[in-house]
């Protein structure tokens, strides 16, 4: 079954204020990366993280990896209506017998209101 | 630059009939995977491909089988749909498992009546 846990499920906020979600596992993974899909669209990756405490921006989005391996957050500051969407988590181990599996987390939808 | 092409993009099948979706990424990567997503589930892997000629069962893949005989493609099929199998179905692909990107596919929506 699904590996990973990801919350909250939605959010509703308004536009400007920030927004945090997080993605933890049973399991470690060696990556962990943060996806947004729009209506109608596959999803489309946002953030990759590599290494264990790794702290990545991209714009007004930061993500950070989890010391343990265990666990990742995303970060939106000062959210606009375009961030509307889900947003997914996934992580991936390089070894074992799951090599090379990438799974996924529940995703939060966003709403942002203007 | 096409990137992760899916055919058809829909489809409705009655219960018992069979189908093969296809993914074509034209990226020379190593991996491919075929996810479904249904409301509420995420994103829930199928069936995965380290390489050409090599499979491995995610974690919904009963009702579903595939063949990686090209590097370039990937196909899903189901032998007998059941309604459960309604479903959103993307295809991704990825150079390798050193946590490179995996790019999608746009989709293709499946209903089974």
């Known amino acids: 079954g699904q590996q990973l846990n990801q919350s909250p499920q939605s959010m509703f906020i308004q536009e400007g204020e920030d927004v945090s979600m997080n993605c933890t596992s049973s399991s470690i993974f060696n990556t962990w990366l943060w996806y947004k899909q729009e209506p109608g669209e596959g999803p489309v990756l946002l953030i990759a993280l590599y290494k264990a405490g790794e702290l990545t921006s991209n714009g007004r989005l930061t993500a950070q990896f989890g010391i343990t391996r265990k666990d990742s957050f995303l970060n939106i500051s000062a959210s606009i209506p375009s961030d509307v969407g889900i947003y997914f988590c996934a992580g991936q181990r390089a070894g074992g017998t799951s090599y090379g599996k990438l799974t996924f987390g529940q995703g939060t939808i966003l709403t942002v209101h203007p | 630059n096409a990137g992760v092409t899916q055919t058809p993009k829909f489809r409705v099948l009655k219960t018992g009939q069979s189908m093969t979706l296809l993914c074509a990424q034209d990226m020379n990567h190593e991996y491919m995977y075929w996810y479904r997503q249904d409301p509420g589930m995420g994103l829930r892997l199928i069936h995965y491909?380290?390489?050409?000629?090599?499979?491995a069962k995610g974690e919904v893949p009963d009702g579903y089988n595939v063949s990686r005989l090209k590097k370039q493609n990937f196909l899903l099929g189901l032998e007998s749909a059941a309604p459960s199998q309604t479903s959103v179905y993307f295809c991704?692909?990825?150079?390798?498992?050193?946590?490179?990107?995996?790019?999608f596919g746009q989709g293709t929506r499946l209903t089974v009546v």
């Open positions: 991704a692909s990825s150079y390798s498992s050193g946590g490179t990107e995996a790019f």
């Open positions: 491909s380290v390489g050409e000629g090599t499979t």
